[in-house]
């Protein structure tokens, strides 16, 4: 019989966490850098760029590499000869490693994790509890299997009870562009075929969880149906030409990875969930001789990519910025941006539409600004903000028109992936612009931002309206004032030139 002590299970989480916070598996680095080598989409091309740069600063200074931190999700296989030192369960154990990880003072983590979900949404200050999943395995080890699962991407989970006679490819096929750009491609499919329904999406889930090897199965060829399927969906998922960052390209899904289950005569569930551009997790396994040792990856298993900022980015000073300026600009032009930048996202957009409803003077004047849906991660050691990367944009879309209309008065907006048609067409209406930053190159768009101070609401915490002062913060222009969007026009190209290209044989 093992004995696992308290210390070294919170030990291991704890550490674990702080880990895969700033170091992306090298399976992921390698399979990106793979992605980055035959792109020929200059757009996705320098995002796969920022989030390899990204992914290597944020390795370097050990802070995060995207500034959703996740939601802390843990499988734990336990062996039937184990037992725990007694005082704390399973989930308490778990819970308290997260807590020490995410609440770190060298690298505080982002707590995202709200109590009372369908009432007060509180926040639980420490990112607990944890999401924690056990089964009761043969043997005398635990093996635990832990990942940081940002909300952009499981927002997107699909979940259908197909036809046994349906096709699972054409299901997926037929998801995949309408799951938009929110998961913050390329990334890697998860999916679970079989089982019932709660099983199907366990199964995606944990699917996620394996080494990225698409590559290695195509070299040897599929030997039975699951790994066929790995193969079609993989070719068709990027033939759709959705892109790096929806932003239309050669690589949206770096690999296809799918569980099945024994099913019902009846049914045929099916779940299909993504893992980001921020794809973080760890394994370790506990055998009673103390915590889990994690080797840190050496600098050199990076690419050495010189990114000085996008190719032929056009510079903008923000405080000088008209609207006849933004008129000249191009959906798919790159931008450095410069100057006074204001942030809001959920929670002070509709603290402002409240204010206006009710004729009250607004606290910032908004006319001829930007702004930039962010929620940033807490500074550290001389941060001007920790790592900023934009939050999704949809989610303001109903407070677009009020936004760049009369009484608020925007000029501009940054965050992440496609706007709805509504906000494309007030964009439209109010000659407008949409700007979109790399979702997963939080610590690379932070380092941009050289100063920071709270302007409104400092009671909402990371929500709060402050103002930036950045420097050369990389950005494209997704929707121009004409109403262009990057998100329409460049994954239809890249589609129909994929039609051309024959697909590449890795
Ligand atoms: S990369 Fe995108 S989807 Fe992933 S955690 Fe970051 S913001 Fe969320």
């Given at each position: ?19 895969i916070?700033?170091?992306h598996p090298?399976d992921f680095?390698?399979a ?38 996740g939601m802390a999700v843990v499988f ?55 999401v924690?999943y ?10 635990v299997r832990l990942a940081a699962k940002g909300g952009g991407s499981e927002n997107k989970a699909q979940f ?12 997926v ?6 799951m938009?750009?929110?998961w913050c491609p390329p990334g890697i499919l998860g999916i679970g075929i ?5 099983k199907a999406m366990l199964m995606a889930k944990e699917a996620l969880l394996d080494q990225i090897d698409i ?11 699951t790994?066929?399927?790995r193969?079609?969906i993989y070719?068709?998922a ?15 899904v770096l690999d296809v990875k799918i569980k099945g ?9 099916v779940a299909l969930i993504p893992n980001c551009a921020a794809t973080r997790h760890l394994h ?156 997963g ?66």
């Amino acid at each position: 019989m093992t004995l696992i002590k308290q210390d070294d299970l919170i030990r291991s989480v704890a550490d674990a966490f702080q880990f895969i916070s700033y170091y992306h598996p090298l399976d992921f680095v390698r399979a990106v850098k793979a992605a980055y080598d035959r792109e020929q989409s200059p757009a996705a091309k320098d995002a796969l760029a920022q989030i390899l740069v990204n992914s290597r600063m944020a390795a370097e200074g050990h802070r995060p590499i995207c500034q959703d931190t996740g939601m802390a999700v843990v499988f734990l296989k336990i062996g039937m000869e184990v037992r725990f030192e007694p005082g704390m369960t399973v989930q308490e154990m778990v819970d308290e490693g997260v807590r020490q990880a995410y609440t770190n003072p060298d690298n505080p983590l982002r707590a995202s994790v709200l109590a009372d979900p369908a009432g007060a949404r509180r926040n639980t200050k420490d990112n607990t509890p944890a999401v924690v999943y056990t089964e009761l395995v043969p043997g005398n080890t635990v093996e635990v299997r832990l990942a940081a699962k940002g909300g952009g991407s499981e927002n997107k989970a699909q979940f259908d009870i197909l036809n046994p006679s349906d096709s699972i490819v054409d299901w997926v096929l037929e998801r995949l562009p309408k799951m938009g750009a929110g998961w913050c491609p390329p990334g890697i499919l998860g999916i679970g075929i079989g089982g019932t329904p709660e099983k199907a999406m366990l199964m995606a889930k944990e699917a996620l969880l394996d080494q990225i090897d698409i590559q290695d199965l195509r070299q040897r060829g599929a030997g039975d149906r699951t790994e066929e399927l790995r193969l079609e969906i993989y070719d068709k998922a990027n033939a759709l030409g959705i892109g790096a960052q929806g932003l239309g390209g050669l690589t949206t899904v770096l690999d296809v990875k799918i569980k099945g289950y024994p099913t019902h005569a009846a049914s045929l569930p099916v779940a299909l969930i993504p893992n980001c551009a921020a794809t973080r997790h760890l394994h370790f396994t506990l055998d009673g001789s103390g915590p889990a040792h994690f080797s840190p990856p050496s600098l050199s298993d990076w690419p050495a990519i010189d990114w000085k900022g996008p190719p032929n980015a056009r510079r903008v000073n923000l405080d000088t910025l008209t609207r006849a300026d933004i008129a000249t600009w191009k959906a798919g032009e790159t931008l450095l941006l410069s100057g006074k930048l204001l942030t809001g996202r959920d929670a002070a957009h509709k603290r402002i539409a409240d204010m206006v409803a009710k004729g009250e003077p607004l606290p910032v004047d908004f006319h001829n600004r930007f702004i930039y849906y962010v929620g940033p991660v807490d500074p550290v050691k001389g941060e001007a903000v920790g790592p900023a990367g934009p939050t999704k944009s949809t989610r303001m879309d109903k407070f677009t028109d009020l936004m760049l209309g009369e009484q608020v008065g925007l000029l501009g907006m940054v965050g992440k992936a496609e706007r709805g048609p509504a906000a494309v067409a007030s964009i439209a209406a109010h000659s407008a612009v949409y700007c979109t930053a790399v979702g997963g190159a939080a610590y690379l768009v932070a380092k941009a931002i050289k100063s920071s101070r709270v302007l409104a609401f400092p009671e909402l915490g990371m929500e709060a309206i402050y103002e930036f002062e950045v420097e050369n913060m990389p950005v494209a222009v997704a929707v121009d004032s004409r109403g262009e969007s990057v998100h329409e026009t460049g994954p239809r190209e890249w589609r129909m030139r994929i039609g051309k290209i024959p697909l590449a044989k890795h």
